[in-house]
C-alpha cells in the first residue's frame, strides 16, 4: 500500500491563495489610513482619489478571492461536521460570521470604489473584525495565528499597496516637482505601521513556531522544522530590506530620484516577501512535529 504523501500541492496552493487574499484585503486599509493620512490639499485632490480609488479596487478583489476560496471550502467543512453546507452557513456562528464580514468588507470597498464616504470605514470593519472574529466567539487561545496573519498583512499588504496605487498614481497625476515630497510623506505616515506591525509579526510568529515545534530540536530534525527554518530566514531578509529602507532609503526622501530609489527597494522587499508567503504555506500544509 503506497504511503500517503507527507505535502499535498493542492494544500500549498489553496494556503498561497488564502494569504495573497488577506494581503490585499488587508493592506488597502494600512495605506488609506496610514499613507494617504492628511493628503486632501487641492493641489493633490487628483492623486489623493485616484491612489484611494486604485487602493479600493485592489481590496476588492481580495475580498473577492476571500469569498471564493471561503465558499470552495465550505462542502469539506460541512462534511467533517456532518451537516450540510446550507445549515453550516445558517447555524454556525463562526461560519455566519465569517461570510458576514467578507460580505461587509465587499460593500465597503465597492462604495470606497465609487468614491462613497461610508465606503472605508466599512471596510475596515469587514477586514479587521472578520480576521479576528474569533474574539466575538471568546476563543481567545486560538487568535495567535489571526493576529500574526492580519499584522503581516498590515505590514506587507500595504506596502503592496503603496508601491502598486500609491506610487503609479502619484507619478500618473503629479509633476516632477511634487512627486518627491509626497512620496516622503507615504512613506513616511507608513513607516509607525510597518515598525508596529513588525513586531506584532515577530512576537506571535514565534508563539506559533513554539506552539508546533513543542521541543526545540525539532525545529532540525523534522520536515516541519527544515520549511520553518527556510520561512525565517526568508523572513529575516524581509526585515533586513525593511530596515534598509527606513534606516537608509527613508532620510533621503524628498526628490523624484529619491521615490524612484525607495520604489525599487520596495519592490524587492515585496519579492522576498512573496517567497516568504509561499514557505508559510509549505509549514502550514506540513503535519506538526509529535510532542
Known amino acids: ?3 500517503e504523501p507527507l505535502l499535498q500541492v493542492s494544500d500549498v496552493v489553496k494556503e498561497f491563495i488564502s494569504f495573497i487574499a488577506l494581503f490585499l484585503g488587508a493592506g488597502p486599509i494600512g495605506f488609506r489610513y496610514f499613507a494617504l493620512r492628511g493628503r486632501s490639499t487641492d493641489t493633490d485632490r487628483a492623486f489623493y482619489d485616484d491612489a484611494a480609488r486604485r487602493a479600493a479596487a485592489i481590496g476588492l478583489v481580495g475580498v473577492v478571492i476571500g469569498l471564493v476560496m471561503a465558499w470552495s471550502e465550505l462542502p469539506d467543512l460541512a462534511a467533517r461536521r456532518h451537516v450540510s453546507a446550507g ?3 445558517t447555524s454556525d456562528p463562526a461560519t455566519m460570521m465569517q461570510f458576514g464580514f467578507l460580505t461587509l468588507a465587499l460593500i465597503g470597498y465597492a462604495l470606497a470604489a465609487l468614491r462613497g464616504a461610508l ?3 466599512i471596510a475596515a470593519v469587514g477586514v479587521i473584525a472578520g480576521a479576528l472574529r474569533l474574539v466575538f466567539l471568546g ?3 486560538r487568535l495567535v495565528n489571526p493576529v500574526h496573519s492580519l499584522a503581516a498583512g498590515l505590514w506587507i499588504g500595504t506596502l503592496f499597496v503603496l508601491v502598486v496605487a500609491g506610487l503609479s498614481s502619484l507619478f500618473a497625476h503629479e509633476p516632477r516637482g511634487r512627486r518627491g515630497p509626497i512620496a516622503a510623506d507615504m512613506v513616511n505616515n507608513f513607516s509607525p505601521l510597518a515598525l508596529s506591525m513588525g513586531g506584532v509579526v515577530v512576537t506571535f510568529g514565534l ?5 508546533h515545534l513543542h521541543v526545540l530540536s525539532n ?3 523534522t520536515p516541519y522544522g527544515y520549511a520553518l527554518i527556510v520561512k525565517l530566514l526568508l523572513a529575516a531578509t524581509v526585515f533586513s530590506l525593511g530596515a534598509w529602507n527606513w534606516r537608509r532609503q527613508r532620510p533621503t526622501l524628498g526628490s523624484e530620484d529619491a521615490s524612484i530609489s525607495i520604489r525599487r527597494s520596495s519592490i524587492a522587499e515585496l519579492t522576498v516577501a512573496t517567497l516568504v508567503l509561499i514557505a508559510t504555506a509549505i509549514v502550514v500544509s506540513l503535519p506538526s512535529p509529535k510532542a
Open 1 to 3: 500500500m503506497q504511503a
Open 87 to 89: 445549515a453550516l452557513l
Open 119 to 121: 465606503g472605508w470605514p
Open 139 to 141: 476563543q481567545w487561545s
Open 207 to 211: 508563539i506559533t513556531a513554539w506552539r
Open 219 to 221: 525545529l532540525w530534525s
